[in-house]
């Protein structure tokens, strides 16, 4: 069984920061493409950042220059790091991953539970 684990969400201020962590458990062959998505109360999800296997990285205008993905392949964990947070950030943010599991020779979207980050003004 593969799982994402989220944590890190919590209240904050505008202005301040916070990071949120997404692990991969189970048994995982290998993990493609990554990224954060987020849901705002009566709002569709929208798609935050992506990071490839490669390293390359995509932000939503929203977020550029104040949020950063990364990951760490060797803990199977991916980040996200929120500066200067505003008001309109508040969401339930989720994180997804393409996930080769054992056995298998595709990939299939993973998504975490979502985490609440609220910021308040």
């Known amino acids: 069984q593969v799982q994402l684990v989220e944590s890190g969400g919590g209240l904050v201020q505008a202005g301040g920061s916070l990071r949120l962590s997404c692990a991969a458990t189970?048994?995982?062959?290998?993990?493609?493409?990554t990224g954060w998505y987020r849901q705002a109360p009566e709002n569709q999800r929208e798609w935050v950042t992506t990071i490839t296997s490669g390293g390359s990285v995509n932000y939503a205008e929203s977020v550029k220059g104040r949020f950063t993905i990364s990951r760490d392949d060797a803990k199977r964990t991916m980040y996200l790091q929120m500066n200067s947070l505003k008001a309109e950030d508040t969401a339930v943010y989720y994180c997804?991953?393409?996930?080769?599991?054992?056995?298998?020779?595709?990939?299939?979207?993973?998504w975490g539970q979502g985490t609440q980050v609220t910021v308040s003004s």
């Open positions: 997804t991953a393409q996930i080769r599991r054992l056995g298998s020779y595709t990939y299939s979207d993973y």
């Open positions: 189970g048994s995982i062959f290998s993990i493609n493409n």
